[in-house]
């Protein structure tokens, strides 16, 4: 098992690495699919089945395809849309890098890993019948509120999208 973590994890950031450093943007949204796969294997090992589903459907399905749609809209296979960068810029990403990395290590560096308790460990914690029974009991209000503003959102686009009187129908 821990093998099995170990090569998902190289594997997860030796592709999260590739989507940065890769200059061909469909070769970038490629291995950011494989990354979003590794990291649904690493919800399977922490027994997180339905997150690891729903991000395959949602992330390395729907959102990867919009990215391959913007990319393909784009059409950057031309020799003279190179995106160019200054120096300054390259200056700028470099110290938010490091700030970023910085904040990481103080975040983590009083923290402690815990271990594999049997009396206390429950296989079924990410199962969709636990996830369910929790959601539709102690988070009822906020589920009801989400699905309250969702059922407005589509009401409002609907309306938006809603042709006037007076326009032509092409």
């Not at 990291?39 to 729907?62: E, K, R, T, W």
């Not at 990215?67 to 110290?95: E, H, Q, R, W, Y």
């Not at 019948?129 to 989400?146: M, S």
Request: hydrophobic share 60%.
């Amino acid at each position: 098992m821990d093998s099995l973590f170990f090569f998902l994890a190289s594997l997860t950031l030796l592709c999260a690495l590739m989507v940065v450093l890769s200059k061909n943007p469909v070769h970038s949204v490629l291995f950011l699919i494989i990354t979003f796969f590794t990291i649904s294997g690493h919800y399977v090992l922490l027994n997180a089945q339905f997150l690891a589903v729903v991000n395959i459907i949602v992330y390395a399905g729907a959102i990867m395809v919009l990215f391959l749609f913007v990319i393909m809209f784009l059409n950057m296979s031309k020799a003279g849309d190179k995106i160019k960068t200054s120096t300054i810029s390259k200056f700028a990403g470099a110290i938010a890098g490091g700030m970023m990395f910085v904040v990481l290590v103080a975040a983590l560096k009083d923290a402690t890993i815990a271990g594999l308790n049997p009396e206390t460990y429950n296989s079924q914690a990410g199962m969709v019948e636990n996830l369910g029974y929790v959601l539709f009991t102690e988070y009822l209000l906020p589920f009801e509120l989400a699905s309250v503003l969702f059922l407005v959102a589509m009401v409002g686009a609907v309306m938006i999208g809603k042709k006037e009187q007076g326009e032509s129908h092409f």
